[in-house]
């Protein structure tokens, strides 16, 4: 057999052939092999039957020179790295269809970090040459849309700039137009397509285009959808807004993962978000496969320093007595199994009646504008009803089902002072811009750093007269699992450098 690797490298897979049996492959490729999350509780794992590692690469077809395989082309730097540094390298073949480009100069102002992140974006190379396609990681509330804009201004080829929520279309739409490019959006009713040139679109809207054309669903007498399905095929730079959306378990099916493998001719493609490569190693490498590994990171610390975010200071508020619960034995735990979970959050969250007066306090004694963040209708419910014991007018509320309009027009209210509280549940976790926010009240509790990230984010914005902004978090000590996420939110503020008070 011989001792030489071929790759040929596209805009979605590699398709290798290396010169081993099917069964050296995992070891050559071990940075590729990850534990899944959740295997060690599966029987084939105790059983001894699965190692409890999924493989990241494909095994396509084994012939008379070896094994070929297949493999997200994001991974390439890692894949290329593994196979040189077993075998010799025969033949790299480039079928991304880069042509000759020249970077124009941008006329967004852009701050130093921005310039420096996009200068490091723009400038990757390895041993394909140029390779425009990375993870940008900027706190939120840095600007993230706007490096876009500037980007496509660089490289002005036929681009999408793909969202997950209907309102954030026109915000994106809104930058673009600020800049002098026109711009067409493709969701909430509109589809309008600019190809050449940008189309914003929902993740949603082109998921449900292509799962009736996989159902041969005749779409070929609609010329909307035929002009669409042409423009994925044909696009050549796509962003990904909130890119860490697309680290999810492919074995739940991710529809982000699967619209990113429909661009064919996107050589160029980037990851926008605040928060990347912060789930399991299994579901950072879905990421990096489907746009490439992390090229830079602003942190809030560092936009806080330099004065481009308010300073945030984290109150965390004491919740005390004891939760009554309907188990016995150890739901007490801290280390309680997950099927208590709901009750110890529901009974300890959702409907404790001594935390729900505390939210209620913060957000009545100001400063406004405010903004209380929930879970769920049912927490939101619990705390009107607290609000007609206290003879509070319960405040303005917000969910899933109020339509883009309705959402805009809150957030301007806000912004101009005329809404001074409203809750909302996790669509205002994500894209929100309210710079004018003096506090935000995290209700739900919850461990994740995605997700508490996301959230502490919308107030950190600087506005016109502000430079500070509190942030109102628990110390939930009624439940021992409930007091453990405290502990961990706790040290989540301080490793973002943030000035935490503990009430006592």
Not at 272 to 282: D, I, V
């Amino acid at each position: 057999m011989p001792n030489k690797v071929r790759m040929a490298v596209g805009n979605i897979v590699i398709d290798a052939n290396l010169p081993c049996s099917p069964n050296e492959v995992a070891e050559v490729l071990s940075e590729l092999r990850v534990d899944v999350p959740g295997a060690k509780f599966l029987y084939k794992y105790k059983s001894g039957e699965w190692d409890g590692k999924a493989d990241l690469f494909r095994v396509v077809e084994v012939n008379g020179t070896g094994t070929q395989i297949r493999v997200p082309s994001g991974l390439f730097p890692a894949m290329y790295r593994a196979c040189t540094a077993r075998w010799k390298e025969d033949g790299l073949h480039d079928l991304r269809g880069i042509p000759a480009t020249t970077l124009h100069p941008a006329t967004v102002p852009l701050r130093p970090y921005q310039f420096e992140a996009i200068s490091k974006a723009f400038g990757t190379n390895n041993e394909l040459g140029w390779w425009p396609r990375a993870v940008i990681q900027v706190a939120t509330g840095g600007g993230k849309t706007e490096m876009a804009v500037a980007m496509y201004q660089m490289h002005p080829v036929s681009t999408m700039f793909l969202v997950h929520r209907k309102d954030l279309l026109y915000q994106a739409q809104e930058r673009f137009k600020q800049y002098g490019i026109p711009c067409g959006i493709v969701g909430d009713g509109h589809f309008d397509i600019y190809n050449p040139g940008v189309t914003i679109a929902t993740m949603q809207t082109i998921a449900s285009i292509l799962r009736k054309v996989r159902e041969q669903i005749d779409v070929s007498k609609d010329p909307r959808m035929v002009h669409l399905v042409r423009a994925i095929n044909t696009t050549h730079q796509v962003f990904f807004d909130e890119a860490h959306l697309m680290a999810s378990n492919l074995d739940k099916g991710n529809q982000f993962i699967d619209i990113s493998n429909q661009f064919i001719s996107a050589y160029s493609r980037w990851g926008l978000t605040a928060t990347p490569f912060m789930r399991t190693q299994y579901d950072n490498l879905l990421l990096m496969g489907a746009t490439g590994d992390l090229a830079c990171a602003v942190t809030n610390e560092q936009l806080i320093s330099e004065g481009f975010l308010s300073v945030p200071t984290v109150y965390m508020r004491k919740v005390s007595g004891t939760m009554a619960t309907t188990f016995k034995g150890n739901f007490r735990s801290s280390k309680a199994t997950s099927k208590y979970w709901r009750e110890v959050e529901e009974r300890g969250i959702k409907y404790y009646s001594a935390r729900n007066e505390i939210i209620i306090r913060e957000a009545t004694a100001g400063p406004h504008p405010c903004l209380i963040l929930v879970k769920t209708i049912e927490q939101a419910e619990s705390i009107k009803l607290k609000c007609q014991s206290m003879g509070v007018p319960f405040f303005p509320f917000l969910t899933g089902s109020a339509g883009a309009a309705e959402r805009r027009q809150a957030v301007a209210d806000m912004r101009k002072g005329n809404l001074p509280i409203l809750m909302a549940t996790t669509i205002f976790d994500e894209g929100v811009d309210i710079p004018e926010l003096r506090k935000v009240i995290l209700a739900s509790g919850g461990k994740s750093p995605v997700k508490l990230l996301q959230r502490i984010g919308r107030g950190l914005r600087k506005a016109d007269g502000k430079s500070t902004v509190q942030i109102i978090d628990f110390t939930d000590t009624h439940h021992p699992m409930l007091q453990r996420h405290a502990d961990e939110r706790k040290a989540l503020w301080k490793s973002q450098g943030f000035n935490v008070k503990i009430e006592r």
